[in-house]
């Protein structure tokens, strides 16, 4: 591990399998699938045409053995990984979330 690997705890490398997430946990629609780079405990990171926000709370939907899971965009990094796809004109962001806890809330300011 490098100086500068802020890691906790490791993580699989599973590339290639697919994950599905929803920006709202209670919408039927809307569900955005990704392909998964590598999993640890605390979270995963995967690839995604659609861009999210750092601090954006998402859902991932029936992943490994969990039903849903609600997760916290730690950081996002817009890649050139798209022409690996075979879609070299595409954006593709390479995305790290972390899961929550059960008690753990993220709470917005409303104007």
Not at 6 to 12: E, I, L, N, S
Not at 36 to 59: D, K, R
Not at 74 to 93: H, I, K, N, S
């Amino acid at each position: 591990m490098s100086m500068f690997d802020q890691r906790r705890t490791d993580r699989q490398e599973y590339s290639g399998e697919k994950v599905e997430y929803s920006l709202d946990p209670f919408s039927k629609g809307g569900t955005f699938e990704a392909s998964l780079i590598n999993i640890s405990e605390t979270g995963i990171c995967f690839l995604s045409s659609t861009p999210l926000a750092v601090g954006q709370q998402i859902t991932i939907h029936n992943f490994m053995s969990m039903t849903s899971q609600t997760a916290l965009v730690m950081w996002v990094e817009r890649c050139d990984e798209a022409a690996l796809f075979g879609q070299p004109e595409a954006v593709v962001y390479k995305i790290g979330v972390r899961f929550m806890g059960d008690n753990e809330t993220v709470w917005e300011e409303r104007p």
